[in-house]
T-cell receptor
Framework: DTGVSQNPRHKITKRGQNVTFRCDPI?????LYWYRQTLGQGPEFLTY????????KSRLLSDRFSAERPKGSFSTLEIQRTEQGDSAMYLC?????????????FGEGSWLTVV | QKEVEQNSGPLSVPEGAIASLNCTYS??????FFWYRQYSGKSPELIMF????GDKEDGRFTAQLNKASQYVSLLIRDSQPSDSATYLC??????????FGQGTELSVKP
């Protein structure tokens, strides 16, 4: 399977703990995106990379959230000191280029439950 | 704040009918428009994209774009129960990231 791969698929953590999600994009895609989605809402943009460069980060994103893409391949999203409001599906997506109009393809998502 | 607006629904149509899903967007400079389908508990799946004014057809799906009215729609002909899902409208900004609406829940009744 050459689609976007995310893991873990499900994570239950206690409030205050740190969690990390990993995303492996489609191999020839140099753009990688992170979104967050809660029940009844559309995906909310968090951040994106072109190769290893983080080009944009949502202003809504708390400083407890950090993302990296160290070698321009896989990416990690870390949430520090988790809160119950962080419970959501975290979606990774990739696209082949930076031009507006290139479609993005989502992974299966990583579900986070903070208890 | 760039926005994409959709009616949350639910929109209920009988099997075999045409389902019409609508979306408006605020950024007049937007160039690319996308429709994703999302089944409950799953991630969004791309259905169609459209760049130019007018209609674009793919099987039972037709996307319609009117940039002057900042309006994009998705028509699903011969709706099937398997089409029951949430449909997400997304607009690409100048940097290429997608901004999503809240989604419209579609229910197709047998």
């Amino acid at each position: 399977d050459t689609g976007v791969s995310q893991n873990p698929r499900h994570k239950i953590t206690k409030r205050g703990q740190n969690v990390t999600f990993r995303c492996d994009p489609i191999s020839e895609h140099n753009r990688l995106y992170w979104y967050r989605q809660t029940l009844g809402q559309g995906p909310e943009f968090l951040t994106y990379f072109q190769n290893e460069a983080q080009l944009e980060k949502s202003r809504l994103l708390s400083d407890r959230f950090s993302a990296e893409r160290p070698k321009g391949s896989f990416s990690t999203l870390e949430i520090q000191r988790t809160e119950q409001g962080d419970s959501a599906m975290y979606l990774c997506a990739s696209s082949p280029a930076g031009d507006s109009g290139n479609t993005i393809y989502f992974g299966e998502g990583s579900w986070l439950t903070v208890v | 704040q760039k926005e994409v607006e959709q009616n949350s629904g639910p929109l209920s149509v009988p099997e075999g009918a045409i389902a019409s899903l609508n979306c408006t967007y605020s950024d007049r400079g937007s160039q690319s428009f996308f429709w994703y389908r999302q089944y409950s508990g799953k991630s969004p799946e791309l259905i169609m994209f459209i760049y130019s004014n007018g209609d674009k057809e793919d099987g039972r799906f037709t996307a319609q774009l009117n940039k002057a009215s900042q309006y994009v729609s998705l028509l699903i002909r011969d709706s099937q129960p398997s089409d029951s899902a949430t449909y997400l409208c997304a607009v690409s900004d100048q940097g290429g990231k997608l901004i999503f609406g809240q989604g419209t829940e579609l229910s197709v009744k047998p």
